[in-house]
């Protein structure tokens, strides 16, 4: 349980845990490739810890060096070893999506399974175009949902127009495409983040990029790399989003990811009036890098959709608490997406805000939102949702009242310690108010 507390003017400048994105990447291909890959910054997310798991559970030697470095001893796709077990993906979409790719043209058996989270969460989209590539794959409703298993098996490139806009998605086909005859190439609706694109060239791979077409050979062999992983602009978005919901307050991220397929958020904000600035100080394994300070200031509403929509998926929830402070109206659409993540966000986003005093619906393809509204405070739920647990401990930053957030375990998915970082945003206050949290 997290309590938070309206906060008075405050300033911080601080760095955030590793990009989950990133970090997964990282052990996946370091695991399938030949040699010794150095990780420096991973995430120690239980997301990305479930991902270490399921390799190991296949044999590769991965050890931690430290909470934050990683060692991967991969000996190529021919090293991955038939686990005895189910490989549990916990909570992780991008675990098991990815790892369905790699373990459609390996040589071994496996069976998959998650929590019940995951359970719900669908897997045709990824199924589906496996099996038109060869793959023999098998689970709950014809392979849509898990338990799945799947049978490594010959598999032939294919050219995939998706119908969603999904990282999740083309990485898995990639991945798959990597053990395929001839060319694999996936088409998206519109561009989704490009991490995988980045950094198999890092592991030795080409890979060629076209507007929203992405295609690679089969055949080629990774061999290791050094990785270093940026912060994650997704754990940062709620440290920026204080800075807004909170009068006086200037919020700086440094280190932080600023990959353009993830900066989507900083566009909205800027489009609703924030004060942004971004400095970008490099490159860190073919992702850019840098900081950004956020100053509070006055925000009007805005309509956010389209092709922004893929680039800021992860974000809508701490979007939607700002624009609760925002003056007019804050549409949200395009975003249907939302209803297949941990939880249906659309639904977990405008319940749990509504408790607070909110003034927001729920639509077909996201929510409408009318601002400023003073937000009450009371008691809420993260439905086992990261992103939700900590949208709402951000909202108590802004609330009348205390804000009580339950079951905020699941935070530890993408961002161990985050109530730390509200603690420094407490000390770092200017004028503190007589209630803190
Ligand atoms: C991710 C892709 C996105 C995102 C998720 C991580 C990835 O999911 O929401 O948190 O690492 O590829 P989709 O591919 O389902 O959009």
Not at 201 to 229: I, K, M, N, T, Y
Not at 290 to 308: D, F, H, S, W
Not at 377 to 402: F, K, N, P, V, W
């Amino acid at each position: 349980m997290i309590r938070t507390s309206r906060l008075g003017p405050f300033r911080l400048t601080t760095k955030v845990p590793g990009d989950k994105s990133i970090s997964h990447r990282s052990v996946m291909f370091g695991s399938i490739a030949e040699g010794v890959t150095e990780i420096e910054g991973f995430l120690p997310g239980a997301d990305c810890l479930s991902t270490i798991h399921c390799f190991r559970q296949m044999g590769v030697e991965i050890e931690r060096t430290s909470p934050t470095s990683v060692r991967v001893k991969g000996k190529g796709f021919a090293g991955l070893a038939e686990p005895r077990v189910p490989l549990d993906v916990g909570n992780s979409g991008t675990t098991i999506r990815l790892l369905l790719g790699i373990l459609a043209g390996s040589s071994i058996f496996a069976t998959l399974v998650g929590d019940e989270s995951i359970g719900r969460r669908p897997m045709g989209r990824v199924v589906k175009p496996l099996r038109r590539m060869g793959a023999v794959i098998d689970g709950r409703r014809d392979g849509s949902y898990t338990p799945l298993a799947v049978r490594g098996s010959k598999l032939t490139g294919i050219r995939y127009e998706s119908p969603v806009a999904s990282a999740q998605v083309k990485s898995c086909l990639l991945l798959a495409g990597l053990k395929a005859e001839g060319m694999t190439t996936v088409i998206e609706p519109s561009r989704s983040r490009d991490h995988t694109e980045r950094m198999l060239p890092a592991f030795g791979c080409q890979v060629e990029v076209r507007d929203r077409e992405v295609s690679l050979a089969g055949g080629q062999h990774l061999s290791a790399a050094r990785v270093q992983v940026p912060g994650d602009i997704s754990s940062a978005a709620f440290l920026l989003a204080a800075a807004l919901v909170v009068p006086g307050a200037e919020v700086t991220i440094e280190d932080v990811g600023l990959n353009p397929t993830r900066t989507g958020i900083l566009d909205a904000l800027a489009m609703m009036g924030a004060k942004i600035q971004i400095e970008e100080t490099g490159s860190w394994c073919n992702e850019p890098v840098g900081r950004v300070t956020v100053t509070a200031g006055e925000l009007q509403g805005a309509t956010i959709g389209g092709e922004l929509i893929p680039r800021l998926i992860d974000e809508i929830p701490i979007l939607a608490v700002v624009a609760t402070q925002a003056k007019g109206t804050t549409v949200i659409k395009d975003a249907e997406e939302l209803k297949v993540k941990e939880t249906n966000r659309i639904a977990t986003t405008v319940n749990e805000l509504r408790k607070l005093g909110a003034k927001i619906e729920e639509t077909e393809d996201g929510m409408i939102i009318e601002g400023p509204v003073v937000l009450s405070g009371g008691r809420c739920d993260s439905h086992g949702d990261h992103r939700i647990g900590m949208a709402m401990a951000i909202a108590g930053l802004a609330a009348e009242q205390e804000v009580i957030v339950e079951h905020t375990e699941a935070i530890d998915v993408s961002f161990p310690r985050f109530v730390n970082k509200i603690h420094e945003m407490e000390l770092n206050q200017i004028r503190k108010l007589g209630k803190t949290y």
